[in-house]
């Protein structure tokens, strides 16, 4: 299949919007993982800025695999879910990617996955928040009228892109 500019713009504005979104969860989880006693000088900014870059590098690339598995053009829970999975790794990489010289034993894995967990919530939060019906989609007035096989083809997006470019950007 020979992608059109349309297309292409799409997606990379699909992977930009998953990246930046990976990367702004990351952040603040990061900030938040710091606990209630700091205070906003002795925030990790530097840390949650490296983690949050960190993360987004591995959201394109597990994005890339996702568009070259041909795995894109999924209903909404599992597309949510995939999305989930993606952040917790992106989140967790990140943590292991800015440890520098990694030792299994002496990693700090509870906040890791503090900050995993936390990232997580956020990307559900989002995914739920921006919830909304894809162009495939009939209207209210068309789904009254039409027979339940046509019910059937119902879709959400969990994107925050507008619908049209996330719908072509997902689509084979």
């Known amino acids: 299949m020979a992608w059109t500019r349309s297309k292409l713009r799409a997606v990379l504005l699909d992977f930009l919007e998953r990246a930046g979104w990976s990367a702004g969860q990351v952040f603040f989880a990061t900030l938040l993982a710091g606990g209630t006693t700091a205070t906003v000088a002795n925030l990790p900014w530097k840390y949650a800025a490296v983690l949050a870059i960190s993360a987004a590098v591995s959201s394109v690339i597990l994005t890339a695999i996702q568009y070259?598995?041909?795995?894109?053009?999924?209903?909404?829970?599992?597309?949510?879910?995939?999305?989930?999975?993606?952040?917790?790794?992106?989140?967790?990489?990140?943590?292991?990617?800015?440890?520098?010289?990694?030792?299994?034993?002496?990693?700090?894995?509870?906040?890791?996955?503090?900050?995993?967990?936390?990232?997580?919530?956020?990307?559900?939060?989002?995914?739920?928040?921006?919830?909304?019906?894809?162009?495939?989609?009939?209207?209210?007035?068309?789904?009254?009228?039409?027979?339940?096989?046509?019910?059937?083809?119902?879709?959400?997006?969990?994107s925050t892109l507008p619908t049209e470019t996330y719908t072509e950007a997902v689509q084979r």
């Open 68 to 158: 070259a598995a041909k795995a894109t053009d999924l209903p909404f829970w599992p597309d949510l879910l995939v999305r989930l999975l993606k952040t917790f790794l992106a989140s967790l990489g990140a943590s292991i990617a800015a440890a520098g010289v990694f030792n299994v034993m002496e990693f700090a894995w509870g906040t890791a996955l503090n900050v995993a967990f936390l990232a997580t919530i956020a990307a559900l939060g989002k995914g739920l928040l921006a919830r909304e019906k894809t162009a495939l989609e009939p209207t209210p007035a068309a789904e009254r009228s039409a027979p339940p096989a046509a019910a059937a083809e119902t879709r959400k997006s969990p």
